[in-house]
Nanobody
Framework: QVQLVESGVGLVQPGGSLRLACAGSGSFFRFGTMGWYRQVPGKERELVAH???????KYADSVKGRFTISRDNAKNTVYLQMNSLKPEDTNVYYC??????????WGKGTLVTVSS
């Protein structure tokens, strides 16, 4: 059973920074894609950023230049460094892992609030 546990919930002022972390169980995470999504009201979760097993990164246009995703395969952990946060970044952020075999796993989500 794959489990993903997020950390980094917090209240941040506009312009501030926050780092999210997601630790996964299992020994095969280095072979899959790890990423972060957030919920859009009335729509499916949207991709914020992901990083593949080969290190290729992808970002939503709205976060390019502000967010950075990274992974530590030795710790089965993916990070999302969020800088220059805006009120519109307020959301629940979900960790995601997609295995090479087609598995799609989600964390429970962590709330990020950007407000003065």
């Amino acid at each position: 059973q794959v489990q993903l546990v997020e950390s980094g919930v917090g209240l941040v002022q506009p312009g501030g920074s926050l780092r999210l972390a997601c630790a996964g169980s299992g020994s095969f995470f280095r072979f899959g894609t790890m990423g972060w999504y957030r919920q859009v009201p009335g729509k499916e979760r949207e991709l914020v950023a992901h990083v593949t097993s080969s290190g290729t990164e992808k970002y939503a246009d709205s976060v390019k230049g502000r967010f950075t995703i990274s992974r530590d395969n030795a710790k089965n952990t993916v990070y999302l460094q969020m800088n220059s946060l805006k009120p519109e970044d307020t959301n629940v952020y979900y960790c995601n892992y997609k295995s090479r075999g087609g598995g799609d796993y989600w964390g429970k989500g962590t709330l990020v609030t950007v407000s003065s």
